[in-house]
């Protein structure tokens, strides 16, 4: 006997006994099919739950059972378990108002009347809840939710309102990745969704949850240890990493701790908090008064920060660059505008400890002088079409290598040479270098610039020259 046949006998069988319950006033337990796992739905027939189809079966019973099924799927897949039962070989979910027994799984029945949309997203984040609840009993929330929230999304598309917005972590002020807030803690949603493709989040969501069913008494060790054997990455480095996808992609940026666009008149510094595995936003602007060049320096006051730097160029790109301390612990990075629009200071404090750092932020006019001279700069056109770009620097300072971009009829610039050249890193004296332009297009009003890729991963842009014949 086929499956839909079986179903089909077992609700022939099932409608007068659900009938007789209405009639009788008692809560009613179906099983509607043989889904894998075994489910039962309980409903009490006062809660008048919609019932299109009128089989004595309300629909959010029946849309329960699938969502049990699709859940159970996800999280099997992503190596979690099964949906909990209480001994009975099969998990109760409870559809009906007040405190459900234990062992079974309180559904919205609220928005089972009301909102079936909603139903499904906020029935499928609790199904996945109970299923993690179960896995690791002590697990905190600022993990349990947004694990909860992407399993949910997963089986149904939909991403329920108890998540919020994911980007909710960079606009509310920050106090830390372990805030129980429970909106902060399901806007941890953002931290899986870096991680790109349902592979590696059910990579980490396996790791992690192992962890925490094995080593409960600490949390954050747990998961940074899970998210390191997948990921390479801790908390820490996945929160930048978090805010970095937010910014490439165009959506609003991350909440500024501070905004750094009229360099200050005074010497003091300006400050803001990190709490625990927190993180905030530096956005700094070219000071119209200094257009060449700002200097920040960042003091976190003895505590470790992790700092990673995105430059949006003039055409739109974004040059990413991490950032280390020096020997006396401070970061400081000359922000160069000859290419430059805007940057962005992506700061994450990658420990622990109970309460809030002061991280102080220091900015002034930068060194507006590039760290190169140039003796010469040329382009020379040949008879077959190739334009010879050559250069000879006095000295050169802090420089990995060079790039030659070109620009046709006033367009975008675009690299000539898609490998950047090494350069030579003589201090004085200088270097010789020549490359030829096969490519360039004939008979276009085509310019060429040279860039120096700095140690640190900034450009500095140097001066435009046009072929000569």
């Known amino acids: 006997m086929t499956r839909r046949r079986l179903s089909l006998v077992l609700l022939a069988f099932l409608l007068p006994l659900v009938a007789a319950a209405r009639a009788a006033g008692f809560p009613v337990t179906v099983d509607v099919a043989r889904f894998r796992p075994p489910a039962r739905v309980h409903w009490a027939p006062g809660a008048n739950l919609p019932d299109r189809d009128a089989d004595g079966v309300p629909d959010a019973a029946r849309e329960a059972l699938t969502l049990a099924a699709r859940v159970d799927g996800e999280c099997r897949a992503a190596g979690l378990g099964r949906l909990p ?3 009975d070989g099969e998990a109760d979910l409870w559809l009906a108002a007040g405190p459900p027994p234990p062992g079974s799984i309180a559904l919205p029945v609220d928005l089972a ?3 079936p949309v909603e139903f499904r997203a906020e029935a499928a984040r609790r199904l996945a809840e109970a299923v993690l609840r179960d896995r690791a009993p002590g697990a905190p929330e600022w993990w349990t939710a947004p694990s909860a929230c992407w399993l949910a999304r997963r089986a149904t598309g939909i991403l329920p309102r108890s998540c919020g917005d994911p980007g909710l972590r960079w606009t509310h002020p920050e106090p830390g990745l372990l805030s129980t807030g429970p909106l902060l803690s399901a806007a941890n949603l ?3 969704d870096a991680l790109g493709g349902p592979g590696p989040v059910r990579a980490v969501l396996r790791a992690t949850w192992g962890r925490l069913a094995a ?3 600490n949390p954050v060790t747990a998961v940074e240890g899970g998210l390191a054997g997948t990921t390479g990455l801790d908390l820490a480095g996945l929160f930048l990493r978090a805010g970095i996808a937010r910014l490439a992609a165009g959506e609003p940026p991350p909440r500024e701790g501070l905004r750094v666009e009229a360099l200050p008149v005074l010497e003091e ?8 595995l927190g993180g905030a936003l530096v956005h700094v602007l070219p000071d119209p008064r200094f257009p060449e060049a700002t200097l920040l320096e960042l003091d976190p006051c003895g505590r470790p920060l992790r700092a990673t730097l995105l430059l949006r160029r003039e ?11 020096g020997p006396d612990g401070l970061l400081r990075v000359t922000l ?10 992506l700061l994450a404090r990658p420990d622990a400890e109970p309460g809030p750092v002061e991280v102080l932020v220091h900015a002034e006019p930068g060194d507006g002088r590039p760290p190169f001279e140039l003796a010469s700069f040329s382009a020379t056109a040949t008879a077959g079409g190739t334009v010879f770009v050559e250069w000879r620097t006095g000295h050169e300072e802090g420089i990995v290598a060079w790039l030659v971009e070109r620009s046709v009829d006033g367009g975008p610039w675009e690299a000539a040479n898609p490998v950047p050249l090494p350069a030579l890193g003589i201090l004085t004296g200088g270097g010789s270098y020549v490359f030829p332009d096969d490519t360039a297009p004939a008979a276009s009003l085509t310019r060429w610039r040279l860039v120096a890729l700095l140690e640190n991963g900034l450009r500095w842009t140097g001066p435009v020259v046009r072929a000569a014949p």
């Open 315 to 325: 055409g739109g790109p974004l040059d990413l660059v991490d950032l280390a301390p």
């Open 269 to 276: 510094p300006l400050g803001f908090p990190l709490g625990p």
């Open 85 to 87: 039962d209480d001994g």
């Open 215 to 217: 080593v409960p008494g």
């Open 190 to 192: 953002a931290l899986l």
């Open 113 to 115: 009347l009301h909102d």
């Open 336 to 345: 160069p505008w000859h290419d430059y629009r805007e940057a962005f200071l």
